[in-house]
């Protein structure tokens, strides 16, 4: 997945090339024509930790996250629609995220929004544990509860994955191309260097190691199928994540969590026609507590989408909708949480909860 996405620095070699001639032409420009104007600097702020090394800390975070959803998946066998559906916490830690880092406040509708969400992750849970009792087949409820906390551990590292980012954006002025490619090149460097050597030394069930690397190279080269598999994947990782950066920059990272926790409904339907196609040999069953389920979902669809002001909260749980609207419409919701001058003056004392 790394490999695919450090791909992105070819283009962002071509950007910057681009950008070198436009100004050395408009350089040229200004000195055999005074009536030019010069070419105004690239930045006027010089920082001491360049923008690609501190790209190296949303890529760390990325890895762990990865590693965490893995464990769960494959560790603890969590089902993939309760994995899909729990990821649905990443809105609460990326709206907590911006809030105490990036100083942005959140009003009443938020934190309202953000309880929703939370009470569907409860009927999640909850679901998934009346079904691993009724059913003596299915994984041991310690191991699932455990797969659950691993899971929201990983939603953790991808909301200061998505705070950081959009800390990046706002004050270095990063492209997303950029992003990608470098989080991908610094993913790639610790996975070959740290995390693939461990995992060879660590024993495990896999030929005697957590992670038998040499055999994966094996398989790679007997089977040309699974070499066109691991490029499909990589492929839909770097357009997954091209896309990501795209959302983060052009909006922010609470979009970007919405649009993340909205793959769990995809996921779950998708596991249940391979479990039909399959005649019950993969995928996923119905079972009598799936409509608990399916309720956890709709609580997170609603939360989701107040927080996004898609449609108003009731009462005293929807103020501050309206001051919000506002200022995405304006575009003075600034990135690192400073209010601008139109959004003292829109936004009531009494909507804002610090």
């Given at each position: 997945?790394?490999?695919?996405?450090?791909?992105?620095?070819?283009?962002?070699?071509?950007?910057?090339?681009?950008?070198?001639?436009?100004?050395?032409?408009?350089?040229?420009?200004?000195?055999?024509?005074?009536?030019?104007?010069?070419?105004?600097?690239?930045?006027?702020?010089?920082?001491?930790?360049?923008?690609?090394?501190?790209?190296?800390?949303?890529?760390?975070?990325?890895?762990?996250?990865?590693?965490?959803?893995?464990?769960?998946?494959?560790?603890?066998?969590?089902?993939?629609?309760?994995?899909?559906?729990?990821?649905?916490?990443?809105?609460?830690?990326?709206?907590?995220?911006?809030?105490i880092f990036l100083r942005r406040?959140?009003?009443?509708?938020?934190?309202?929004?953000?309880?929703?969400?939370?009470?569907?992750?409860?009927?999640?849970?909850?679901?998934?544990?009346?079904?691993?009792?009724?059913?003596?087949?299915?994984?041991?409820?310690?191991?699932?509860?455990?797969?659950?906390?691993?899971?929201?551990?990983?939603?953790?590292?991808?909301?200061?994955?998505?705070?950081?980012?959009?800390?990046?954006?706002?004050?270095?002025?990063?492209?997303?191309?950029?992003?990608?490619?470098?989080?991908?090149?610094?993913?790639?460097?610790?996975?070959?260097?740290?995390?693939?050597?461990?995992?060879?030394?660590?024993?495990?069930?896999?030929?005697?190691?957590?992670?038998?690397?040499?055999?994966?190279?094996?398989?790679?080269a007997h089977n040309p199928w699974?070499?066109?598999?691991?490029?499909?994947?990589?492929?839909?990782?770097?357009?997954?994540?091209?896309?990501?950066?795209?959302?983060?920059?052009?909006?922010?990272?609470?979009?970007?969590?919405?649009?993340?926790?909205?793959?769990?409904?995809?996921?779950?339907?998708?596991?249940?026609?391979?479990?039909?196609?399959?005649?019950?040999?993969?995928?996923?069953?119905?079972?009598?507590?799936?409509?608990?389920?399916?309720?956890?979902?709709?609580?997170?669809?609603?939360?989701?989408?107040?927080?996004?002001?898609?449609?108003?909260?009731?009462?005293?749980?929807?103020?501050?909708?309206?001051?919000?609207?506002?200022?995405?419409?304006?575009?003075?919701?600034?990135?690192?949480?400073?209010?601008?001058?139109?959004?003292?003056?829109?936004?009531?004392?009494?909507?804002?909860?610090?």
């Open positions: 997945m790394f490999l695919f996405m450090s791909f992105m620095l070819f283009k962002v070699r071509q950007e910057r090339r681009a950008d070198a001639a436009k100004a050395s032409e408009s350089a040229t420009l200004s000195e055999s024509d005074p009536l030019v104007p010069p070419a105004a600097p690239a930045s006027s702020t010089e920082h001491k930790i360049p923008s690609d090394i501190l790209l190296a800390v949303p890529a760390l975070l990325d890895v762990l996250g990865s590693y965490l959803t893995t464990s769960a998946l494959l560790s603890y066998k969590l089902p993939p629609s309760v994995y899909q559906l729990m990821s649905g916490a990443v809105l609460i830690f990326t709206a907590l995220g911006r809030h406040p959140l009003f009443v509708f938020e934190w309202s929004s953000a309880g929703i969400t939370l009470i569907g992750l409860a009927f999640t849970a909850w679901s998934a544990g009346l079904a691993s009792d009724a059913d003596d087949t299915s994984i041991p409820k310690a191991d699932l509860f455990m797969g659950i906390f691993v899971n929201l551990l990983a939603q953790v590292c991808y909301a200061a994955l998505f705070v950081v980012e959009e800390l990046l954006f706002a004050t270095r002025q990063v492209s997303a191309a950029t992003v990608v490619g470098m989080e991908g090149l610094w993913g790639f460097v610790t996975m070959a260097v740290i995390v693939l050597p461990v995992s060879q030394l660590i024993s495990g069930p896999d030929n005697g190691h957590y992670e038998d690397t040499v055999d994966s190279f094996l398989l790679l699974l070499v066109f598999d691991m490029f499909c994947y990589g492929f839909f990782c770097l357009s997954y994540n091209a896309c990501g950066q795209a959302v983060t920059k052009a909006f922010n990272s609470s979009t970007r969590s919405i649009l993340e926790a909205c793959r769990a409904i995809s996921v779950w339907i998708g596991s249940l026609l391979v479990y039909l196609l399959s005649s019950g040999r993969h995928g996923e069953t119905l079972n009598p507590y799936s409509w608990l389920e399916l309720l956890g979902f709709c609580f997170l669809a609603a939360g989701s989408l107040a927080f996004n002001s898609v449609f108003r909260l009731p009462g005293v749980f929807g103020k501050g909708m309206d001051a919000r609207a506002a200022q995405r419409a304006a575009g003075t919701e600034d990135a690192i949480g400073k209010a601008k001058d139109v959004e003292a003056a829109a936004t009531p004392a009494t909507d804002v909860l610090e």
